[in-house]
């Protein structure tokens, strides 16, 4: 062991001093940045136009440096511009001052109304910033502060970097900047000082001016003169009698005409609030010289109506409450809801009276029982105080809507039922669909919705207004209810639904629209068979519905005694078509012409050959085609109408039809599946044309699958010689057989293709299980399509270039989001912030049109100078009045802030005038129109040699920022490194 550790103690270490030091490796990589960003060397730009600091576009790029293990972020922010023409390079001095210093002198970009602090300090176009990396981070002691201006400056010397260097210190809300820029000869240190408290002597022209010159120093006398540009910004809260003209809703009244007043079928605009919380007016005088004018702490000659440009913005109130905004927001609430409708209105809501304990017996024997319904009119105000006597005896307490509020409803909603007209009657429904706009028609396609003269679509908006007006939850769950009440009352006694697109259900609107037009499906369906029954009673077999194969036996019999009840007089529903049995019946619309002519035929042969071929079920000859067995004419037969789907049917179907997976089998059975509606047509066609054969089928079926060429017979004739397809000589084609299996059974007497009453029960069945936030996601696209439609009917009364363009983001964004189903919560709520957003912005147009008179102008020319002026302020951060305080808009401004002064002169006791801070305040407060400037900004620049007589002339820059509780001067001061 002593000897393995003699070696050991004979090793020692050897201190290197010419390693880098942390701080030499910090320096060391500002300059990497710096010479990867090629800032280095001399580059000359254009000449800076005017405005263009906000105009422009500001670029940025970031990187991240250490010294030690305290991180700092490098930004270089520049103003982007065309590259100078290359042709003057030569001519330039190597001597020329830097760009930026140049730029200090710049009086075109004075005050620019929305740029970076540092470019707003001392116009300059391009700088770099080095600050902590992380915001909690800051640099407080003067020794580090030091350090780090020790080190740009080294790195500006080491790169010959021209662009401004800035370190950040203190805490960064103070926005406390120090830094450097170098150029050959020639050095710009940029100092800032930042207090809380104003000393007196510096709130006014002449002191600032005294620090100015004593910073700069300058030996020559006398001092070479002294630029100024000044600008006072004085905030005008109080507007007085320019209130805002929304007028809150009145929750009392039904129909309103005002602005946000309350209308069935009509959504709420506008903003409960002024939503223009303070406007700010800024007079600058440009271009001013020591001497010309006084500003002191006894007088001053800068009067703001005096001043040569005034220029405006507005400060806009946070998040003001808009009512459409927070309509959708209440309905979109209602999604997160967990409880079903009964939970919120009580238990068995639906039971009939005397009904405790609902047995499932009683609920199949409506089913089957023949009993009339004694309802002979259709009216609301009966179906209404039936329903609520039963909500009321389950719940106990007052139903959330009153008689009143859901009568305007439901006569909104359906409007025939106004009409007291009987039963046999049909309701005067308008089920086409008008020609809408072609905005709105492609709005409801995209947004998955229902086009704006729906129900509902108006179904949607009568629960968006109950939710919010009405009983908030309950009263949706119970308007719901209603409706569904009166949808299965329109089911039971043929009353079609009003507001619905006849046809199948669109697969372009939302599935609850689906739903209502399957319902209004069946009840066309049915109502065309029990109208079909009463034309032709005589045909009382004909009409009979077989029952099951149980019954058969007293089949005739049970028929007869059903058609004799009927034609009584009954009045209600058939209750032959509540029937669910596999071997049902019906007479289709299309072929009650029929029924007419063939009273003497039997239904009842069933699924039997019938023993003679008499044609069935013709619809008329198919041109001069012929049967190729016996050359008799070949008829088109009345067939089935397709059965409706929802989009959710065919999703089931789809997925049944997958499921069967891809074997041989499977396929089978897919195929059997698919082919109902062709074994339907085939037997139609075989009872309309009798003697064919499955060539004539497909002749008219598929004439594609039927091949004819010429060939020429025995005796030399051209004839035409027809054969199936190939694909229809396939072994076990479907076609083939279902030709074998089909009869020759007219349509009237099929199978139907489509249960309407089975169908019709599902879909009510559906209805009554949605809860309210079930509805509330299927309804939640048409609120926000009639949101989107009332936006843009408002925007057309305003003409703002930037609402269109919201609103065009607003279609998008929702076209994508609506269009699936099931969309998230997050991306709703951020197409509703995108419409309240423009509700916003209308809303603050209105308020600045109401505060500048725009309607009052007699003047088409001041009226047309106002109009833009409006607009321009809503689409600019700054806007300058065109001739100051004596153009039109100058005069209103003016106006204004006189008649705030007065309201405030007249309210402000003495006690306050007394504590109004300094004198100078309280002589502008009881004095002059306007009230005291809340920030006064002033620019002083000199050109002068610093810092010996003989020394280079440089420029030199201070800017003062004066507020209540604010005060900061930053300059930048020049001097000369060769001759000092």
Known sequence: MAADSEPESEVFEI????????WERFISKVEEVLNDWKLIGHTLGKPLEKGIFTSGTWEERSDEISFADFRFSVTHHYLVQESPDKEGKDEESEDA???????????????????????????????VVIAPAAHSDA??????????????????GNTGCQVPLFVQIHHKWRRMYMGECQGPGVRTDFEMVHLRKVPNQYTHLSGLLDIFKSKI???????????????????????????????????DALVGGEVGGLEFGKLPFGACEDPISELHLATTWPHLTEGIIIDNDVYSDLDPVQAPHWSVRVRKADNPQCLLGDFVTEFLKICRRKESTDEILGRSTFEEEGREVADITHALSKLTEPAPVPIHKLSVSNMVHTAKKKIRKHRGEESPLNNDVLNTILLFLFPDAASEKPLEGTASIDNSNPAAEAGDYTLYNQFKSAPSDSLTYKLALCLCMINFYHGGLKGVAHLWQEFVLEMRFRWENNFLIPGLASGPPDLRCCLLHQKLQMLNCCIERKKARDEGKKMSPSDSMTNAYPGDAGKAGGQLGLDHVRDTEKDKGEVGKSWDSWSDSEEEFFECLSDTED??????ESGKKGLKEPVNLKPEGRLHQHGKLTLLHNGEPLYIPVTQEPAPMTEDLLEEQSEVLAKLGTSAEGAHLRARMQSACLLSDMESFKAANPGCILEDFVRWYSPRDYIEEEVTDEKGNVVLKGELSARMKIPSNMWVEAWETAKPVPARRQRRLFDDTREAEKVLHYLAMQKPADLARHLLPCVIHASVLKVKEEESLENIPSVKKIIKQVIAHSSKV?????????????????????????????????KFGTEKCEHEEEKEDLERFVSCLLEQPEVSVTGAGRGPAGRTIHKLFVNAQRAAAVALPEEELKRSGCPEERRQTLVSDFPPPAGRELILRATVPRPAPYSKALPQRMYSVLTKEDFRLAGAFSSDTSFF
């Not at 029924?595 to 003497?600: A, H, T, Y």
């Not at 609506?818 to 957003?837: G, R």
């Open 595 to 600: 029924l007419k002519g063939n009273g003497q």
């Open 139 to 156: 640099v407080l002691s003067e020794s580090k502060c030091n350090l780090l201006l020790s080190s740009i400056s080294i790195a500006l």
């Open 217 to 251: 120093g300058c030996p020559l006398t006398p001092l070479p003169p002294v630029s100024i540009a000044i600008r006072f910004t004085y905030v005008l809260q109080d507007w007085q009698q320019y209130f805002w003209p929304q007028q809150p809703p009145d929750i």
């Open 15 to 22: 201190t290197d001093f010419t390693t880098a030091s942390e």
């Open 97 to 127: 001052i830097p760009q930026s210093m140049q730029d200090l002198l710049c009086m075109n970009n004075d005050f620019p109304p929305r740029a970076h602090c540092l470019v707003r300090w001392y116009g300059l176009r391009e700088f």
């Open 818 to 850: 609506l269009h699936f189903p099931n969309p998230e919560d997050k991306k709703l709520e951020e197409i509703i912030l995108q419409i309240t957003t423009v509700e916003a912005i209308i809303a603050r147009a209105r308020s600045l049109k109401a």
